[in-house]
Structures are given as structure tokens and as C-alpha cells.
């Protein structure tokens, strides 16, 4: 085999083999934010219920969950553990913008030798917490979403979501979309200091604008 050919078949066995990789072994290197599904990294999504309220997350490869061996005994696809680490933005209360940190889990279950199901599933909450501070009436409560996706990716383009906060309001069924941050400027929305509303200004609010749910967190 000359060195040519040899060096072609090198990068294409080569690209083959990246592409085969389990979990995100092939994604470790991630990709620019907004880019295409599968990459970990920095993304941001854009809820279509809440369309003030985009979530940025960093999705990061945490470990193998499960085994070829389980794979071959019961038929469950192989799935790898992702960290989620971002934040959550939108209105709160009588605020227009505010932030709030957001944490989580992405397993993904690979297609790899004909498992029965595969796709990905996550769980994330944001601690949203914020009251008047000064009758001790609190109007933003943490959320939680549970979401699920078709692609066997730990950043989708789309998640398939329900959604509900700690007034025990459920929001139903909902989608994230992926987009590119310079789509949206509250993708990079920081928040350094939250505001703490005074008892005039709560006292003017009505009860929808403090209890939602016309809000995530509220």
C-alpha cells in the first residue's frame, strides 16, 4: 500500500472510529455555543411557553452508567451521565430580567447494538427564590423540568418537556429549542445583585403578577 493511499485510509478509519465512540467520548470536544446537537459545551435554549425565560446550560460528560454486558443480558441501551450547570432568565415579580442558577442531569442512551430505547433524558431545576424582603412575602419559587428527546445527544436541538415550580403550579407539556445565544440577548444575561422590592411596590402588584402562572417561577 503506497503512503498515500495509506494516509487516506488512516483518516477515514479514523472518522469512522470517532464517529462510533460511546457517551460523549466523540463530543469531549465540544463545539462553539449554539452549535449543532451533540456537541457538550455552552448552549441555550429557548422555551416556547415561557419565551422570555431562555435557560443557558453547560453540559459536560460526568461517567458511564451502564455496561456492554447489560446491554447484551437485558437489551437497555448504553447510557453516560452528563453534568448540567447554567442558569435560568426571566422575569420575576415586578422585575422585567433576573437570573437565577441551574443544575441537573442529561443520561444519554446510545443506538449502538439495537437497544430497545434510546434518545436522552434530563432533569434540571432553577433556585429561583425571591420575595419582597420585607414582609417576608416571597412571589418566585424554584422549577423543575423533567425532559425527554429522540436524539441520543446531551444537547439536542429539541427537548419534549413538563415543567412545574414550588407554589404547585404545573405548567404542562412544553419544548426547548436550540439556538444560537446571539439570537436571543438574555442568553448572556448576568445578574449580580438581586433586587429586593419594596412593600409599596408589592402592594401594587396583583395577584396574577405575583402568582403566575403565566411565569416559570411563579
Not at 453534568?83 to 442558577?101: E, L, Q, R, S
Not at 443544575?103 to 430497545?116: S, W
Not at 434518545?119 to 423540568?145: E, I, K, N, W
Not at 403578577?209 to 411565569?215: A, D, Q, R, V
Request: with cysteine; charged share 15%.
Amino acid at each position: 500500500m503506497g503512503k498515500v493511499t495509506s494516509f487516506a485510509f488512516t483518516v477515514a478509519l479514523s472518522v469512522v472510529v470517532s464517529s462510533t465512540l460511546v457517551g460523549g467520548k466523540a463530543l469531549a470536544q465540544g463545539g462553539p455555543p449554539g452549535g449543532p446537537p451533540g456537541q457538550v459545551g455552552s448552549v441555550c435554549y429557548f422555551w416556547d411557553i415561557f419565551p422570555n425565560s431562555p435557560l443557558r446550560l453547560d453540559v459536560q460528560e460526568h461517567s458511564q452508567l451502564t455496561t456492554r454486558g447489560e446491554l447484551k443480558e437485558f437489551g437497555h441501551a448504553l447510557q453516560t451521565a452528563f453534568d448540567v450547570h447554567g442558569k435560568g432568565v426571566g422575569p420575576c415579580g415586578p422585575v422585567d430580567i433576573t437570573m437565577a442558577a441551574a443544575h441537573g442531569t442529561v443520561v444519554v442512551a446510545e443506538r449502538i447494538g439495537e437497544p430497545e430505547t434510546f434518545g436522552a433524558h434530563m432533569g434540571l431545576q432553577v433556585d429561583s427564590v425571591r420575595g419582597d424582603g420585607v414582609t417576608f412575602f416571597d412571589f418566585c419559587r424554584p422549577y423543575q423540568l423533567d425532559c425527554t428527546s429522540e436524539e441520543s445527544s446531551p444537547t439536542p436541538g429539541t427537548w419534549f418537556c413538563e415543567s412545574r415550580n414550588e407554589f404547585d403550579v404545573y405548567h404542562g407539556p412544553s419544548t426547548l429549542k436550540l439556538i444560537d445565544p446571539l439570537q436571543l440577548d438574555r442568553c448572556s444575561t448576568f445578574e449580580d445583585n438581586p433586587p429586593v422590592i419594596g412593600d409599596a411596590t408589592l402592594n401594587e402588584l396583583t395577584v396574577g403578577e405575583i402568582s403566575g402562572p403565566g411565569l416559570p417561577n411563579q
